[in-house]
T-cell receptor
Framework: DGGITQSPKYLFRKEGQNVTLSCEQN?????MYWYRQDPGQGLRLIYY???????QKGDIAEGYSVSREKKESFPLTVTSAQKNPTAFYLC????????????FGQGTRLTVV | AQKVTQAQTEISVVEKEDVTLDCVYE???????LFWYKQPPSGELVFLIR??????QNEISGRYSWNFQKSTSSFNFTITASQVVDSAVYFC?????????????FGTGTKLQVIP
């Protein structure tokens, strides 16, 4: 089945450690996105990528990094510089056209302990 | 700058009641696209409907209907005869081209609870 897979579903991290969230898609989509979801704030864009080896900062990129070495994969690293990393992270993909819907993974809930 | 406002944070209705979720947007572009997504407790957002800025025809799909009005910059979503399975968070989103890229802005979501 085509879709987006995020792993792990739950992730615990000690303060000061970097952690990488995985996102893989087999929909052959060029565009991929990372969103952060906090209660009452909706989805906020962290990074997006329209093609391989290219990515752009979203609205809240500070403390995060990404790579796009393969079309299928768009991992997100939450660095120790991110002051408040505990949140629900959603990965999405779509075609680059603005009139197409995005397909979402099931999310990763990151908790810093 | 584009903006999407969902003023209703949480709504509770009794099963079989109708419920309307409001969405108001702001954009300077003449070409844009509006979406509704549903987020059940599992966490994954599911696409429900898309509308482009040139198509104000309202749509009905089963128990769902959408009312798009450019004059008031609104794209409201109505569930008729609500069911417990409709309980979820619903997001309205606005998509437009920005600097050669697709930029999508989401509202803050409306949490719908349908009580049996």
């Amino acid at each position: 089945d085509g879709g987006i897979t995020q792993s792990p579903k739950y992730l615990f991290r000690k303060e000061g450690q970097n952690v990488t969230l995985s996102c893989e898609q087999n929909l052959n989509h060029d565009a991929m996105y990372w969103y952060r979801q906090d209660p009452g704030q909706g989805l906020r864009l962290i990074y997006y990528s329209q093609i391989v080896n290219d990515f752009q900062k979203g609205d809240i990129a500070e403390g995060y990094s990404v790579s796009r070495e393969k079309k299928e994969s768009f991992p997100l690293t939450v660095t120790s510089a991110q002051k408040n990393p505990t949140a629900f992270y959603l990965c999405a993909s779509s075609t680059p056209r603005p009139n197409t819907e995005a397909f979402f993974g099931q999310g990763t809930r990151l908790t810093v302990v | 700058a584009q903006k999407v406002t969902q003023a209703q944070t949480e709504i509770s209705v009794v099963e079989k009641e109708d419920v309307t979720l409001d969405c108001v947007y702001e954009t300077r572009d003449t070409t844009y696209y509006l979406f509704w997504y549903k987020q059940p407790p599992s966490g994954e957002l599911v696409f429900l409907i898309r509308r482009n800025s040139f198509d104000e025809q309202n749509e009905i799909s089963g128990r769902y209907s959408w009312n798009f009005q450019k004059s008031t910059s609104s794209f409201n979503f109505t569930i008729t005869a609500s069911q417990v399975v409709d309980s979820a968070v619903y997001f309205c989103a606005l998509s437009e081209r920005s600097g050669g890229y697709q930029k999508v802005t989401f509202g803050t979501g409306t949490k719908l609870q349908v009580i049996p």
